[in-house]
């Protein structure tokens, strides 16, 4: 079992950054694949960017540029850096991870692949 806790979710204008963090707990050894998924009312929960255990990384076209997603093994935190802002970055963020190896990248990014999910961090962009 893993638990995850996500903060760093705030208000920023356009144009603003905000740093997104995820904690994880529990049974964390070994291979895994960790994502930043986010869901906005009245939408799909879509893939932001995914990482696994080895540094690899993918991105969803929207945020290419612009966000950053890193993993620190030895403190099992994920980490999501969000620049340059836009409105339609709002949404309810969430953390996610599967203990095991998904091969395609475009599947990295699909919420049904994944086993363990936090409880999530509102990131707000006003214009």
């Known amino acids: 079992q893993v638990q995850l806790v996500e903060s760093g979710g705030g208000s920023v204008q356009s144009g603003g950054s905000l740093r997104l963090s995820c904690a994880a707990s529990?049974?964390?050894?070994?291979?895994?694949?960790m994502a930043w998924f986010r869901q906005a009312p009245g939408k799909e929960r879509e893939g932001v960017a995914a990482?696994?255990?080895?540094?690899?990384?993918c991105y969803a076209d929207s945020v290419k540029g612009r966000f950053t997603i890193s993993r620190d093994n030895a403190k099992n935190t994920l980490t999501l850096q969000m620049n340059n802002l836009k409105p339609e970055d709002t949404a309810m963020y969430y953390c996610?991870?599967?203990?095991?190896?998904?091969?395609?990248?475009?599947?990295?990014?699909?919420?049904?692949?994944?086993?363990?999910w936090g409880q999530g961090t509102q990131v707000t962009v006003s214009s």
């Open positions: 529990g049974y964390t050894y070994g291979y895994s694949c």
């Open positions: 996610a991870q599967v203990p095991y190896y998904i091969g395609v990248y475009y599947y990295r990014l699909l919420p049904d692949r994944y086993r363990y």
């Open positions: 990482i696994d255990s080895d540094g690899d990384i």
